[in-house]
Nanobody
Framework: QVQLVESGGGLVQAGGSLRLSCAASGAIFGITVMAWYRQAPGKQRELVASITREGTTKYTESVKDRFTISRDNTKNTVYLQMNGLKPEDTAVYYC??????????WGQGTQVTVSS
């Protein structure tokens, strides 16, 4: 099993910044992709950004040029730097990792609220 502990959410005004962190522990061998998802009230969970162990990144279109995903493999931690936050970024943000190609693990979620 992999345990994921997220931190860094909160309330921020539009245009502000937050940095989310997610530390993995437990059976961390074989973790490949680390990612951030989000789910707004009444909406489906969506992929925000992902990063491979080698550092290849992907972003959903709405956050490109505002959010940056990174990871520290020595600390088994993934980060999401969010700049230029907008009210529509308000959601619960979830950390996700894929291990050995098929095992999915989720964090407990952290609330991000952007006020206008």
């Amino acid at each position: 099993q992999v345990q994921l502990v997220e931190s860094g959410g909160g309330l921020v005004q539009a245009g502000g910044s937050l940095r989310l962190s997610c530390a993995a522990s437990g059976a961390i061998f074989g973790i490949t992709v680390m990612a951030w998802y989000r789910q707004a009230p009444g909406k489906q969970r969506e992929l925000v950004a992902s990063i491979t162990r080698e550092g290849t990144t992907k972003y959903t279109e709405s956050v490109k040029d505002r959010f940056t995903i990174s990871r520290d493999n020595t600390k088994n931690t993934v980060y999401l730097q969010m700049n230029g936050l907008k009210p529509e970024d308000t959601a619960v943000y979830y950390c996700n990792v894929i291990r050995l190609g098929s095992y999915n693990y989720w964090g407990q979620g952290t609330q991000v609220t952007v006020s206008s």
